[in-house]
């Protein structure tokens, strides 16, 4: 099958400042998918670039078999509609409330009747977890987790192929960030969606991520399951994943991620 989303060879500048030298990276359809780096190594830029907000200085990125510096603005707007995105914080319009926030999508990309259009919000909002209720709320009226919840609501009003998710647990208790992990997982299976998501959250990566990318030094310096990111030795993957704490906290994922890299190298001799 083929890749939904391939960076090659990406080159971001801002003024005399290079965030990327060569990133080049590849997402499967229906995983979940992780990018990994410290702060300031461009991981958000990445995602804008994909989506279209940036452009990259050099290097090719292809979305569901498009090459985006070869589509013309109809090709975008068309293209704009098989993703959704949830940012950090929500970014909610604070003067609508999360029915219009929801509807916003839809009304700048089809013209549904209101009838249908009020239908749909219900349905997102199921979707994720929140009542209906909600739907007449502003976001000043919601907790931290609604807001996540109702921007995901938003960011699904179009029925996408990809989600994009910048820090989807940040903010969020434990349990209510666990909780949102499986309603990713959920909706993931239940949309056959690929979800791309910018995360530090060590439980999301341990639990729910299928594959990553770990960014250093300007480039991808890692990519694969979780397994195959262990077996780096790059300076900046041995601090993340190899200290004390992590080797505590995930004694047992990390020591069965060993066992199965140890019993495959033996396997290959």
């Not at 589509?71 to 219009?100: K, M």
């Not at 509807?103 to 009838?115: D, G, Q, R």
């Not at 009020?118 to 929140?130: A, N, P, S, T």
């Not at 250093?216 to 993957?237: I, N």
């Amino acid at each position: 099958m083929a890749p939904i989303i391939e960076m090659r060879n990406i080159v971001t500048r801002f003024g005399e400042t290079l965030i990327h030298d060569g990133v080049n990276l590849t997402v499967n359809p229906g995983e979940i998918y992780a990018i990994l780096g410290e702060s300031g190594t461009g991981k958000s830029v990445l995602v804008k670039e994909i989506i279209m907000l940036l452009k990259p200085a050099s290097g090719t990125i292809r979305v569901l078999g498009k090459d985006l510096s070869q589509i013309d603005y109809r090709q975008q707007q068309e293209l704009r509609r098989s993703w959704g995105v949830l940012f950090q914080f929500g970014a909610l319009f604070t003067s609508l409330t999360v029915a219009e926030n929801i509807a916003l999508p839809i009304k700048e990309y089809t013209k549904v009747p209101n009838s249908l259009l009020q239908k749909i919000i219900r349905e997102k909002l199921d979707m994720v977890g929140l009542h209906s209720r909600a739907a007449s709320l502003y976001p000043s009226e919601l907790s931290g987790g609604m807001i996540k919840r109702a921007a995901l609501a938003r960011a699904l009003a179009m029925d996408p192929k990809l989600l994009f998710l910048d820090e989807p647990t940040s903010g969020l208790d434990p349990i209510g960030a666990r909780a949102f992990d499986r309603l990713i997982v959920d909706l993931r299976d239940a949309l056959d969606i690929t979800v791309v998501m910018i995360t530090h959250d060590l439980d999301s990566i341990f639990t729910i991520v299928d594959r990553m990318a770990v960014l250093a030094d300007k480039k991808v310096v890692a990519e694969g399951t979780l397994r195959e990111v262990l077996a780096s030795e790059h300076p900046f993957v041995e601090r993340f994943f190899k200290n004390e704490y992590i080797s505590k906290r995930f004694m047992g994922k990390i020591s069965s991620e060993e066992s199965t890299q140890k019993a495959g190298s033996s396997h290959v001799q």
